[in-house]
């Protein structure tokens, strides 16, 4: 029997860690235009962070999300540099998932 290697398996949770990865700037995501089934999505992402604070992978978790939309985080997620999560001061690769909300009606005042 064969089976598949996670190949980020060794990516701590961040409830494996003592201190969380941060980005150093902020992530802008924009809105990609494109004629979508609906004006709002939401989805879940994983992402995976090295011990160095670069952003390794970006992980759609929820299956149905156009792919312009999977492609428009990932893009706006890898040039970002992150302090690296951590485990008692040491650095080290870690994962977590964050929630992305694209709405492309305009904000009520």
């Known amino acids: 029997m064969t089976g598949t290697r996670d190949p980020f398996a060794e990516f701590l949770p961040r409830s494996a860690l003592t201190v969380g990865p941060r980005p150093l700037q902020p992530v802008l995501i924009d809105f990609p235009e494109f004629v979508g089934a609906a004006t709002r999505y939401a989805a879940e992402f994983e992402i995976l962070v090295n011990d ?3 952003v390794v992978h970006v992980v759609g ?3 149905g ?11 706006a ?3 970002v540099q992150f302090t690296p999560g951590e485990v008692d ?3 080290v690769r870690s994962r977590f998932r964050i ?3 694209f709405d492309s009606q305009p904000r009520q005042s």
């Not at 792919?67 to 893009?75: C, G, K, S, T, Y």
């Open 65 to 75: 999300l156009p792919q312009i939309l999977l492609q428009a985080v990932r893009e």
């Open 99 to 101: 929630e992305v909300t």
């Open 61 to 63: 978790v929820d299956p």
């Open 89 to 91: 001061g040491w650095p």
């Open 52 to 54: 160095a604070g670069s």
């Open 77 to 79: 997620f890898a040039p």
